[in-house]
């Protein structure tokens, strides 16, 4: 007889859980410990090996420069450039001090920083080939969808943008991709081509400024047209202006909205470059999309209107009598697809890409300079009244001479001009890009490796009070001084430099260049200043203001921007009066979503209030 037990030996699964937990949570608590010690002292000694190499050891010699201190191996700086690059850069080449070139750690790369007059004087004569389109390709590749192929052989293209490719280069002619699209920029926007792209720019501008004129009210009322955002205002016309000016009508006829989606899609670039994924941000990845396509339908449409019956090809001839389009818009648009098609792996998708991210960089930049420069001038009422004075002087008009003729005179301006240069060497903020592919790069004592990243920082340049003329201090770089560029005969004070700064150079001896005066005098000079023509100065500056960058990469379209600069606040200060509503005392804080690509935008909005002057010319 088989007897079965009721018993059951098996414990309770509530105290075998009781019984592991008793167990396992002081064992993990002591692990976490471990683990959370290990990783304290991994950082210290990681932090303090890293800063005795950088600052504790004797003065920095000839050789590689040595890398900024950090606390996380591998990672090095990342997560400061992640999370705010624009604090991360300040705060890091102020740290270097007198030291002008050190290494950033990224993820296991090395990022060099070069600054310090001598060292960009000696990359702006460099002859070597020191530039390749990487980081762009890498931006063009993030930020605007280029697709893998074609990037890639922006990447391969080591060849540079001299006539002459590198010696040790094997890349074809077809794709040095580089040096052709670099020489078709040049074209564009220097000598004739100058020209012709300020007249289609001011021909639009000046028709939609038509437009907004009809909507304001006339001095004579003495009535205001409140808007919450000066930016908002101006932005959309200028971006169509020069939208128009580079490409023709097409665009704007493909979607009347191109041109509100590639503004609202300007802020996004940070975000696309850091990676962030199309769940994070929806609205980018559409309207990148939108703008994608809308430049592959106008190519499509110019290619159709233009094609000559006789010729497939004659829509890419660009010897004609009149060689601007209405398909195309400018001739080099045109040149720029012969240019592309060629190229291996690239199709339409990629040729649209790559114009979307040449009209973001058209536009990313000047119109938000013009703005600066617009918002010192009317936030200042005396700097206001001797700018009208100014331009009173000049009896030319774009419809009597030409806008050439018109703008030259414009820009011989020195106030104005002034004003111009002092805007960009206060709100500039980005670095010029070199990388030598076929050996060490030397700049001076500097020696950096085959295939280095080394960037040359705007601020440090702009910001150098061992170079630049504060009055003593009372005029600080951080500030906005119209006169900063602007030198008097009888002023010995005046000018943008340090007086004697070409053969005195340390930081231990910029006291020894402040000038002497006394205060009262100081105060004397610009008072005297204010009623007499100074002559605008720019010469001598050329390796302390750099806001083109350095070299044989420096902005092509750097006469341009001058022009349109000048040419928009001419015209808005000749045709309306505008008051900002908006108090913000001395300092305008910018907006960090811009850092790095250019010119900073202002963080807050510009309320401001607009009337048609009785004046007008």
């Given at each position: 007889m088989e007897i079965t037990s009721s018993y059951s030996f098996s414990p309770p699964i509530s105290s075998i859980s009781t019984t592991m937990a008793q167990y396992l949570v002081p064992t993990f608590t002591v692990l976490s410990a471990m683990i959370t010690s290990f990783l304290a002292l991994l950082m210290l000694v990681t932090y303090y090996r890293t800063w005795n190499s950088f600052f504790g050891q004797e003065k920095h010699k000839v050789g590689t420069p040595r890398v900024f201190p950090y606390c996380l191996p591998f990672i090095g700086n990342g997560l400061s450039v992640v999370l705010n690059p624009s604090k991360c850069a300040v705060a890091t080449t102020k740290s270097a001090g007198t030291i002008t070139a050190f290494g950033v750690r990224l993820l296991g790369e090395t990022i060099y920083f070069v600054t310090g007059r001598d060292n960009i004087a000696k990359l702006r004569k460099h002859q070597g080939y020191i530039t390749d389109p990487r980081s762009q390709s890498w931006v063009m590749a993030r930020v605007f969808g280029l697709s893998q192929q074609a990037n890639e052989m922006y990447n391969r293209d080591d060849s540079g943008i001299q006539v002459k490719p590198a010696s040790n280069s094997i890349v074809a002619p077809n794709n040095r991709i580089d040096y052709h699209t670099h020489t078709n920029f040049v074209k564009m926007l220097s000598g004739e081509g100058l020209n012709t792209m300020f007249s289609r720019w001011h021909a639009s501008f000046s028709r939609r400024l038509d437009l907004i004129i009809h909507n304001i009210q006339d001095s004579d009322t003495d009535q205001w047209t409140v808007n919450p955002d000066l930016e908002g205002f101006w932005m959309t016309p200028l971006t169509a202006a020069m939208n128009e000016a580079i490409a023709g009508p097409i665009l704007e006829s493909v979607n009347p909205n191109f041109t509100q989606n590639l503004v609202e899609f300007m802020p996004y670039v940070h975000s696309f470059l850091k990676g962030l994924p199309k769940w994070w941000m929806p609205r980018a990845f559409a309207l990148r999309k939108s703008l994608n396509r809308d430049c592959k339908t106008w190519h499509s449409l110019a290619r159709a209107l233009s094609r000559d019956s006789d010729n497939k090809d004659s829509h890419f001839r660009s010897d004609s009598a009149s060689p601007d389009s209405p398909w195309w818009g400018l001739a080099a648009m045109r040149d720029r697809q012969v240019i592309l098609e060629k190229v291996d792996n690239w199709d339409h998708d990629s040729m649209a890409a790559s114009d979307l991210g040449f009209l973001w960089g058209a536009n990313i930049n000047v119109h938000t300079a013009a703005l600066w420069c617009l918002i010192e001038i009317i936030r200042d009422p005396?700097?206001?009244a001797r700018i009208r004075s100014e331009l009173s002087?000049?009896?030319?008009?774009?419809?009597?001479?030409?806008?050439?003729?018109?703008?030259?005179?414009?820009?011989?301006?020195?106030?104005?001009?002034?004003?111009?240069?002092?805007?960009?060497?206060?709100?500039?903020?980005?670095?010029?890009?070199?990388?030598?592919?076929?050996?060490?790069?030397?700049?001076?004592?500097?020696?950096?490796?085959k295939h280095s990243l080394v960037i040359v920082p705007t601020r440090p340049a702009h910001m150098d009070e061992a170079y630049w003329n504060t009055r003593g201090g009372k005029k600080p770089l951080n500030c906005f001084w119209a006169d900063r560029f602007l030198e008097y005969a009888d002023d010995p004070e005046s000018g943008p430099a340090l007086k004697g700064v070409a053969t005195i150079r340390s930081r231990e001896k910029k006291h020894l260049q402040q000038a002497p005066h006394s205060q009262q005098h100081q105060q004397e000079n610009e008072q005297k200043n204010k009623g007499v023509c100074g002559k605008f100065v720019t010469a001598g500056t050329s390796d302390s203001w750099i806001p083109y960058g350095v070299g044989e990469r420096a902005c092509p379209g750097r006469f341009f921007a001058r022009r349109e600069i000048t040419a928009f606040c001419a015209i808005l200060l000749q045709n309306f009066d505008m008051e900002l509503l908006y108090d913000d005392g001395h300092h305008i804080p910018a907006n960090s979503l811009f850092y790095g690509m250019g010119v900073e935008r202002p963080r807050n909005k510009f309320p401001f209030r607009i009337r048609r002057r009785r004046t007008s010319t």
């Open positions: 005396d700097l206001l002087t000049i009896t030319l008009s774009p419809t009597s001479c030409g806008p050439s003729a018109w703008i030259e005179a414009l820009m011989a301006l020195p106030i104005l001009q002034s004003v111009y240069a002092e805007v960009l060497r206060l709100r500039v903020d980005t670095g010029g890009v070199f990388r030598d592919n076929h050996g060490e790069l030397q700049i001076n004592q500097w020696r950096f490796p």
